[in-house]
């Protein structure tokens, strides 16, 4: 464990902080050293945001106590956080979309002069600040016209337009391109070297071995040590982390891929909420025992592609052929009929009703069919031998019964009673929305080994996902969606992160289009 003679900034000592009966931070110890970059890693609920939200007056621990520069403190509030100079950007931002930058900086501050705002001064400090951290915004532009990007560095620049030294991140690449990450991660090497120090929330090891300078490692809300990150690796951080060796699957065989085509998109279009054409002319095809991931920063056209497949959303021109069959516009039963799984990316508002039970989520999509009903009644003993099959099969842990309403179970478990459902439904097609969104890393394995073992029964998978690195291990080719649009689809081989990233902000003029595939660029 790392030792260190250098006087904290921060010393979280002792933190215990519970929830009712759940214990989500015992007995933690946590130390930033000024001018570094501390990673906290660990699975989702091993009690990472917790802890720092401790740290941000957010929660309040039954026991411990906090030091900062010495002293030690009693946060009541973020406010008082912020009196001491610490600032936390959150994963999903707290930004108004309709509102300017320096707007949105600004916001809740006490103005200098009495009753009036000096918005020029303010934009003047924001464009200092700008400049001092290499984080480029116009302060005048309108947040919601910002990229996902632009909107990280509003929400930076508000963290530091607050005079803080101490810079709390939660997951703060989730939804960033590579190049947007590149940037980021440069921005906070700067930083350091400015003297700021910064706590950096995550759960991906490469993240870890690439910007930190020690790394906590927490799991079911203890810590596990300290750690300089030049002095481990991502195996051994990741058994520290769930216990256990990590699979991966960057040389899956595809020994058993078909060729035949099992989807064919034509010229697809369909509008998006705002009725406004967000699809255009959108063609693709997919072909039993392959996993075509779609890779695109979020809003891209990937979830009206996705309903449009599935009969959620109707399409204004072209269509969607499955097995042979014209399903463009069919109901949404018709479709899956046919041979679709669909795992939705909101499993909690789309793939689950919560307030019914393990055994009746199962059933959703054929308790209307042999042998789940009768002439008047659901045959629940049927529906239970199917439930406890399922668990079995899926490993679903740790839920009260199969009759337990699904709305207490872990994010975990949720996902394998969607996968359940859908996958024992033996698919011709499986469309895969962000199927590991929000996930640890021993689900994510999971859920991984369970798309690859469709693609080696011959099902064609289109993985649609908002992590990269998900893309570029397990699927076979790789199609880039800018704002509805395929701007390029690779063999994996060929794939290169850099090129992938240019075209996912839409830079496809900048792209070597000799490892292209002919055909698929339309």
Same mark, same amino acid.
């Given at each position: 464990?790392?030792?260190?003679?250098?006087?904290?900034?921060?010393?979280?000592?002792?933190?215990?902080?519970?929830?009712?009966?759940?214990?989500?931070?015992?007995?933690?110890?946590?130390?930033?050293?000024?001018?570094?970059?501390?990673?906290?890693?660990?699975?989702?609920?091993?009690?990472?945001?917790?802890?720092?939200?401790?740290?941000?007056?957010?929660?309040?621990?039954?026991?411990?106590?906090?030091?900062?520069?010495?002293?030690?403190?009693?946060?009541?509030?973020?406010?008082?956080?912020?009196?001491?100079?610490?600032?936390?950007?959150?994963?999903?931002?707290?930004?108004?979309?309709?509102? #300017?930058?320096?707007?949105?900086?600004?916001?809740?501050?006490?103005?200098?002069?009495?009753?009036?705002?000096?918005?020029?001064?303010?934009?003047?400090?924001?464009?200092?600040?700008?400049?001092?951290?290499?984080?480029?915004?116009?302060?005048?532009?309108?947040?919601?016209?910002?990229?996902?990007?632009?909107?990280?560095?509003?929400?930076i620049l508000k963290a530091l337009y607050r005079d803080i030294d101490i810079l709390i991140l939660d997951e703060p690449t989730s939804m960033l391109t590579p190049q947007e990450e590149k940037s980021l991660f440069e921005t906070l090497q700067s930083m350091v070297a400015?003297?700021?120090?910064?706590?950096?929330? #995550?759960?991906?090891?490469?993240?870890? =071995?690439?910007?930190?300078?020690?790394?906590?490692?927490?799991?079911?809300?203890?810590?596990?040590?300290?750690?300089?990150?030049?002095? #481990?690796?991502?195996?051994?951080?990741?058994?520290? =982390?769930?216990?256990?060796?990590?699979?991966?699957?960057?040389?899956?065989?595809?020994? /058993?891929?078909?060729?035949?085509?099992?989807?064919?998109? /034509?010229?697809?279009?369909?509008?998006?909420?705002?009725?406004?054409?967000?699809?255009?002319?959108?063609?693709?095809?997919?072909?039993?025992?392959?996993?075509?991931?779609?890779?695109?920063?979020?809003?891209?056209?990937?979830?009206?592609?996705?309903?449009?497949?599935?009969?959620?959303?109707?399409?204004?021109?072209?269509?969607?052929?499955?097995?042979?069959?014209?399903?463009?516009?069919?109901?949404?039963?018709?479709?899956?009929?046919?041979?679709?799984?669909?795992?939705?990316?909101?499993? =909690?508002?789309?793939?689950?009703?919560?307030?019914?039970?393990?055994?009746?989520?199962?059933?959703?999509?054929?308790?209307?069919?042999?042998?789940?009903?009768?002439?008047?009644?659901? /045959?629940?003993?049927?529906?239970?031998?199917?439930?406890?099959?399922?668990?079995?099969?899926?490993?679903?842990?740790?839920?009260?019964?199969?009759?337990?309403?699904?709305?207490?179970?872990?994010?975990?478990?949720?996902?394998?009673?969607?996968?359940?459902?859908?996958?024992?439904?033996?698919?011709?097609?499986?469309?895969?929305?962000?199927?590991?969104?929000?996930?640890?890393?021993?689900?994510?394995?999971?859920?991984?080994?369970?798309?690859?073992?469709?693609?080696?029964?011959?099902?064609?998978?289109?993985?649609?996902?908002?992590?990269?690195?998900?893309?570029?291990?397990?699927?076979?080719?790789?199609?880039?969606?800018?704002?509805?649009?395929?701007?390029?689809?690779?063999?994996?081989?060929?794939?290169?992160?850099?090129?992938?990233?240019?075209?996912?902000?839409?830079? /496809?003029? #900048?792209?070597?289009?000799?490892?292209?595939?002919?055909?698929?660029?339309?």
């Amino acid at each position: 464990m790392e030792q260190s003679n250098t006087s904290p900034i921060v010393l979280l000592n002792g933190i215990t902080c519970k929830f009712g009966d759940l214990v989500a931070n015992d007995n933690v110890k946590f130390d930033l050293i000024k001018g570094e970059i501390h990673a906290l890693l660990g699975e989702n609920g091993a009690g990472k945001s917790t802890l720092m939200s401790v740290l941000y007056g957010l929660y309040k621990p039954v026991t411990g106590e906090i030091l900062v520069k010495g002293n030690r403190v009693n946060l009541k509030s973020p406010l008082d956080a912020i009196e001491l100079g610490i600032a936390m950007v959150h994963q999903h931002f707290l930004l108004t979309l309709s509102h #300017t930058v320096v707007e949105n900086i600004i916001v809740g501050l006490k103005p200098k002069r009495p009753v009036f705002l000096d918005i020029s001064s303010a934009e003047d400090k924001i464009i200092e600040l700008s400049k001092k951290y290499g984080l480029k915004v116009d302060p005048r532009a309108i947040v919601g016209n910002l990229s996902v990007g632009e909107q990280q560095r509003v929400e930076i620049l508000k963290a530091l337009y607050r005079d803080i030294d101490i810079l709390i991140l939660d997951e703060p690449t989730s939804m960033l391109t590579p190049q947007e990450e590149k940037s980021l991660f440069e921005t906070l090497q700067s930083m350091v070297a400015q003297g700021l120090s910064i706590i950096f929330i #995550t759960h991906k090891l490469q993240e870890v =071995m690439a910007v930190s300078t020690r790394v906590t490692v927490l799991r079911n809300g203890k810590s596990l040590g300290t750690f300089r990150t030049s002095d #481990t690796n991502e195996s051994s951080l990741a058994q520290l =982390m769930i216990g256990r060796t990590i699979t991966r699957h960057a040389e899956h065989s595809r020994a /058993k891929k078909s060729g035949k085509l099992v989807m064919e998109i /034509k010229n697809i279009s369909a509008l998006n909420n705002s009725k406004i054409v967000f699809l255009k002319d959108l063609s693709m095809e997919l072909a039993g025992g392959e996993i075509l991931g779609i890779a695109g920063v979020d809003g891209n056209g990937q979830s009206e592609l996705a309903e449009v497949i599935s009969g959620l959303r109707k399409a204004i021109n072209g269509q969607v052929i499955m097995d042979g069959r014209d399903i463009t516009n069919q109901s949404p039963h018709s479709i899956r009929e046919n041979g679709l799984a669909y795992i939705p990316e909101d499993r =909690m508002d789309t793939g689950l009703i919560l307030e019914y039970s393990l055994a009746e989520n199962l059933v959703l999509d054929r308790y209307s069919s042999e042998p789940y009903s009768g002439r008047l009644f659901l /045959k629940y003993s049927d529906i239970n031998k199917f439930a406890e099959k399922i668990i079995m099969d899926f490993d679903i842990r740790g839920v009260p019964g199969i009759n337990s309403p699904v709305r207490s179970m872990s994010g975990g478990n949720l996902q394998k009673i969607v996968l359940g459902r859908e996958l024992s439904r033996n698919p011709k097609v499986l469309i895969a929305h962000n199927p590991t969104r929000g996930l640890d890393i021993g689900a994510t394995e999971y859920v991984h080994k369970q798309l690859l073992k469709q693609a080696d029964n011959g099902v064609g998978v289109l993985l649609i996902s908002l992590d990269l690195d998900e893309i570029l291990e397990i699927s076979d080719r790789i199609a880039v969606l800018y704002e509805g649009k395929i701007m390029g689809t690779f063999d994996r081989e060929y794939a290169n992160i850099d090129e992938i990233g240019l075209l996912m902000g839409g830079k /496809k003029d #900048t792209v070597d289009s000799t490892k292209v595939i002919e055909g698929y660029d339309k």
